[in-house]
Nanobody, 124 residues
């Protein structure tokens, strides 16, 4: 069992930055693919970024490449999402996710655990 708790959301102006954190419980955290998804009002949940348990492999959605970076600290059981150059269209609830399989499986919806979500609002 893995429990995920996100933090770091809030209101930021366009062009600003935020860093989301996701603290995970469970001794097997380091063996899970960790990722971030988001869901804007009236839209489906979409993949944002993922990182393998070793940290060697990463994947970022085209819409956030060059602006967002996922990282993880297995010693702290925490995964991060650094978001720079934020745009109004980045406004959404951001969810932390964990998958026991692979990044590809996670992107296809194969998520084993979800966090409760944290709101990110980009507005002037």
């Amino acid at each position: 069992q893995v429990q995920l708790v996100e933090s770091g959301g809030g209101l930021v102006q366009p062009g600003g930055s935020l860093r989301l954190s996701c603290a995970a419980s469970g001794r097997t955290f380091s063996r899970y693919v960790m990722g971030w998804f988001r869901q804007a009002p009236g839209k489906e949940r979409e993949f944002v970024a993922a990182r393998s348990w070793s940290g060697v492999s990463t994947n970022h959605a085209d819409s956030v490449k060059g602006r967002f970076t996922i990282s993880r600290d297995n010693a702290k059981n925490t995964v991060y999402l650094q978001m720079n150059s934020l745009k109004p269209e980045d406004t959404a609830v951001y969810y932390c996710a964990a998958a026991a399989s692979s990044i590809a499986a996670m992107i296809s919806g194969g998520v084993d655990y979800w966090g409760q979500g944290t709101q990110v609002t980009v507005s002037s």
